[in-house]
């Protein structure tokens, strides 16, 4: 498996494996699939942060992160998700290696913090911890210990207060 930045050749397979990762019912676009493009049309996609795994040649995962607010601070905190693997490829890794290779990139990119809304007992396996505990504030107070973040090699204490996703989120 090979994990790499995402190439505009790679936004329609990209679209298939969010619509595949979430289908909650047939017929169906899960909201994820497009909000990535969303993000990535309206500039709040990150594209070093925007991550494909591939296997055999073909994107059978993937993961970004977007642009945030942390209070008045719009560079240190980012944004995690969606994280998405095809079906067939979810329970073999895969997940794990884009989390570990987005969280490296955005480390080597400075920023302080990678904030996401997600599954405690996921996530805690890679250092996230609940947001509150760092005194970062949820857009929406009952997301409670979904709401978590990760610290990285910028972070400060002083990075702290109300988190606020990039404008797409807000649309679903």
């Not at 047939?26 to 070093?48: F, H, K, Q, S, Y």
């Not at 997600?118 to 250092?127: I, K, L, M, T």
């Not at 009952?142 to 988190?163: I, S, V």
Request: proline letters at 6%; aromatic letters at 6%; hydrophobic letters at 45%.
């Amino acid at each position: 498996m090979l994990i790499r930045r995402e190439t505009p050749a790679d936004h329609a397979a990209i679209h298939v494996v969010h619509s595949e990762a979430f289908r909650r019912e047939a017929g169906v676009t899960p909201i994820e699939a497009p909000l990535v493009d969303e993000l990535r049309a309206e500039g709040d996609l990150i594209n070093p942060l925007s991550l494909v795994a591939v296997r055999d040649g073909a994107v059978v995962g993937h993961v970004c992160c977007s642009r945030a607010r942390l209070g008045e601070d719009t560079a240190t905190a980012v944004g995690l998700g969606p994280l998405g693997v095809l079906p067939a490829h979810q329970a073999a890794g895969v997940g794990s290696a884009l989390v570990h290779a987005v969280l490296g990139a955005a480390d080597a990119l400075g920023h302080g913090l990678v904030v996401l809304l997600g599954d405690p007992a996921y996530y805690s396996r890679f250092g996230f911890v609940t947001a509150s505990d760092l005194s970062v504030t949820a857009p929406d107070p009952q997301w409670g210990l979904h709401f978590q973040a990760r610290t990285l090699a910028a972070y400060e204490p002083t990075q702290a207060g109300a988190f606020e996703y990039a404008p797409a989120f807000s649309r679903i």
